[in-house]
Every structure is written in structure tokens, then in C-alpha cells.
């Protein structure tokens, strides 16, 4: 069973920055697509930065503060966070994708709470 743990979430005044990573318990190699979410209070779970191979795609609302990266030798994605504002506020989940066969396989991590506040 692979493993996605989450750490780095806090709080911290607007403009200033976070650093989230998220530990696999399997070579970043056995997945196709890793993904960070967030999900705000009283709002549907969004998409905000993906990496595939070397491709990076970012939500519009984030574009140009965040950046999702990896490290294969520690099996680690992360997800740095500038330049933060209020909206920001959320729960943020790691998300990584396997394909055995022609069957997909979605990990989750344990969600990371992000406050953006003065």
C-alpha cells in the first residue's frame, strides 16, 4: 500500500511563504502524475500544481507564486508557496497516481492546513 505523508503546512502573514512536502513510500518513478489540491472551507476540493515527467501546470489563481517540484532521491513532491494571500487559506492534499496495467490507482495524503493571516 503506497503512502503519501504530508508536512510543512502553518500559519503565516500575507506575503509570506510556506514550503509543503510530501513523502512517498514508493520511487517517485512509479507514478505518472503527482498533484497538489486544496480545499477551502465551505468549497469543492481544487487542483492547483501538477507534475508530469518534466511538465509543470499550475491553477491561474496560483500562477507565478507557487512551484511544484521533486526529488527522486527522496521520493519527495513539493510545493512552494510565495507570496501568499488570505484566499490561499486551505487544507492541502498530495495526490499521486500509479497506472498498473489499464487500471489507475490515486494516493492521498493526510492533508496539510495552510492559514494565510495577520
Known amino acids: 500500500q503506497v503512502q503519501l505523508v504530508e508536512s510543512g503546512g502553518g500559519l503565516v502573514q500575507p506575503g509570506g511563504s510556506l514550503r509543503l512536502s510530501c513523502a512517498a513510500s514508493?520511487?517517485?518513478?512509479?507514478?505518472?502524475?503527482m498533484t497538489w489540491h486544496r480545499q477551502a472551507p465551505g468549497k469543492q476540493r481544487e487542483l492547483v500544481a501538477s507534475?508530469?515527467?518534466?511538465?509543470?501546470n499550475y491553477a491561474d489563481s496560483v500562477k507565478g507564486r507557487f512551484t511544484i517540484s521533486k526529488n527522486h532521491a527522496e521520493n519527495t513532491v513539493y510545493l512552494q508557496m510565495n507570496s501568499l494571500k488570505p484566499e490561499d487559506t486551505a487544507v492541502y492534499y498530495c495526490?499521486?497516481?500509479?497506472?498498473?496495467?489499464?487500471?489507475?490507482?490515486?494516493?492521498w495524503g493526510q492533508g496539510s492546513q495552510v492559514t494565510v493571516s495577520s
Open positions: 495526490n499521486g497516481e500509479q497506472l498498473v496495467g489499464r487500471t489507475k490507482y490515486a494516493y
Open positions: 507534475i508530469t515527467g518534466g511538465s509543470r
Open positions: 514508493a520511487s517517485l518513478f512509479s507514478f505518472t502524475t
